[in-house]
């Protein structure tokens, strides 16, 4: 099993940035390619930006390319998703996600474990 806590969620407006941030624990986290979605409202979940086990590659969604970052350090077991330019439509509570693979999938199916998510409000 791997335990997944993710903060930094907030209010922030239109143009603001936010850090977030996703703890791992249970298992070795460098053993497991990382993912960060979010989900609104009346959407369907969206997986916006993965990373493989090393931290070297790493996948956007198109709707997030340029203004998301995902990192990692796997010293502290810690994912990070740094959210920056945002706009009311990245309202969402935003999760992690671990898979026991390397490649940064995009396919939130293939994803094993989830954190409880933690809310980012972007108001106009």
């Known amino acids: 099993q791997v335990q997944l806590v993710e903060s930094g969620g907030g209010l922030v407006q239109a143009g603001g940035s936010l850090r977030l941030s996703c703890a791992a624990s249970g298992r070795t986290f460098s053993n497991y390619a990382m993912g960060w979605f979010r989900r609104a409202p009346g959407k369907e979940r969206e997986l916006v930006a993965a990373i493989s086990r090393s931290g070297g590659v790493t996948n956007y969604a198109g709707s997030v390319k340029g203004r998301f970052t995902i990192s990692r350090d796997n010293a502290k077991n810690t994912v990070y998703l740094q959210v920056n330019s945002l706009k009311p439509e990245d309202t969402a509570v935003y999760y992690c996600?671990?898979?026991?693979?390397?490649?940064?999938?995009?396919?939130?199916?293939?994803?094993?474990?989830w954190g409880q998510g933690t809310q980012v409000t972007v108001s106009s």
């Open positions: 996600a671990a898979v026991r693979l390397d490649i940064p999938t995009m396919v939130a199916g293939r994803y094993d474990y």
